[in-house]
Nanobody, 126 residues
């Protein structure tokens, strides 16, 4: 089993920055793609950003491209999401997810991911 714990969410104003962190434990995750998703009430969970096991490739949703940066520190089993120039429409619960297959790809469908964190709330006021 793998446990994922997100942190770093909060209430900020439009234009501010936040850095989300995801700590993995239980089993080694260094060989697997990890991603961030977000969800608002009544909507499907949507892909935000993903990173392959060696950081060789990243992928972003169009809505966050150029503002968000995903990174990972395999020595610490951590994944990060640096969010700059935040907008009210970025308000959501943000989830860390682990793609539990040894394939170098970044799925954008939530049902491809096996392990999930509990989520951290990000609220951006206008």
């Amino acid at each position: 089993q793998v446990q994922l714990v997100e942190s770093g969410g909060g209430l900020v104003q439009a234009g501010d920055s936040l850095r989300l962190s995801c700590a993995a434990s239980g089993r080694p995750v260094n060989s697997y793609t990890m991603s961030w998703f977000r969800q608002t009430p009544g909507k499907e969970r949507e892909f935000v950003a993903g990173i392959t096991w060696n950081s060789g490739r990243t992928d972003y949703a169009n809505a966050v491209e150029g503002r968000f940066t995903i990174s990972r520190d395999n020595a610490k089993s951590m994944v990060y999401l640096q969010m700059n120039s935040l907008k009210p429409e970025d308000t959501a619960v943000y989830y860390c997810a682990l793609y539990w297959k040894l394939i170098v790809t970044i799925p954008v469908e939530a049902n491809e991911y096996v392990y999930w964190g509990q989520g951290t709330q990000v609220t951006v006021s206008s």
